[in-house]
């Protein structure tokens, strides 16, 4: 199983990425045959194409299907930033812009993206799952315990987020924004492997994989020199958020399942 974390619009680092592992070919279809590739959420903000991101995302998953493999997709906070600058714009918000659109303004967001989602497009991210069980290994976006909030198993959570998303409730979006702006639940040295057992004992697994914090602003590295996960909370946490948006060159993380 390969497992990728944020992207951020770096569509041709995606392609270089995937196409190193042999998961697509020069044509950009799926070569990866029955593998699995896991993608972690934030397609957009902070990069130059999201809609390009998505749009292989979209189509590498129909392809993997039809031959035995499986690409999954989950859902990410930027996504989240997109979809309500997209669906109520000028509408005040609790967020730092004052507005949905203003905030998502200042966490990275790219004109660009906005003006070219289609219905399409907003239809795939609202399906999007929260968080999955692949074998032993919790998929997650953020390393954050928020999703307690929204339910005690994964299909209860990936549920009532879905009906957020699926509604113009801006106050419920307001809260479900602000919960994913934590990060960090597991880096405390003495509780952190305590906190991320409760976390799966929740919603199962083994290990958690998660992105949303990138490895770098957590281990000093140069964004450049981030080329392999972080392992932490004595092995039961994974943070595999290479910092692209930042300048580092990206990584699959190829996790047995």
């Known amino acids: 199983m390969f497992i990728m974390g944020d992207i951020h619009g770096q569509y041709e680092k995606l392609v270089v990425l995937l196409r190193r592992e042999e998961l697509i070919d ?12 896991y993608f972690l959420g934030d397609y957009f903000d902070r990069g130059p194409d999201g809609i390009a991101v998505i749009e292989l995302i979209m189509s590498l998953q129909w392809q993997a299907s039809e031959v035995g493999g499986r690409v999954g997709a989950l859902l990410g906070n930027h996504d989240v930033l997109t979809l309500a600058a997209y669906e109520f714009s ?22 660009a993206d906005l003006v070219r989602l289609t219905d399409r497009h907003v239809r795939w991210i609202k399906s999007l799952p929260a968080m999955a069980l692949v074998g032993n290994h919790l998929l997650a976006h953020a390393d954050a315990t928020f999703y307690q909030v929204y339910g005690r198993t994964i299909p ?5 987020i ?85 300048g580092g060159p990206g990584f699959l993380f190829n996790q047995p399942v």
């Open 90 to 111: 000028e509408q005040p918000s609790g967020g730092p812009g004052g507005t949905f659109r203003d905030s998502w303004r200042l966490n990275g967001g790219n004109e």
């Open 162 to 246: 879905q009906t957020i998303l699926r509604s113009d409730d801006t106050q419920a979006w307001d809260h479900l924004l602000d919960y994913f702006s934590q990060r960090r639940a597991f880096r405390d040295e003495e509780m952190g492997q305590t906190r991320v057992s409760r976390f799966m004992g929740i919603y199962g697994g083994e290990r958690f994989i998660h992105g949303h914090t990138p490895i770098c602003k957590l281990t000093g590295q140069k964004p450049q020199e981030v080329v392999s996960p972080l392992v932490y909370a004595g092995g039961l946490a994974v943070d595999i958020d290479p910092g692209m948006y930042l």
């Open 26 to 37: 020069s044509e950009l279809n799926w070569s990866g045959e029955t593998n699995q590739l």
């Open 156 to 160: 209860a959570v990936n549920r009532a």
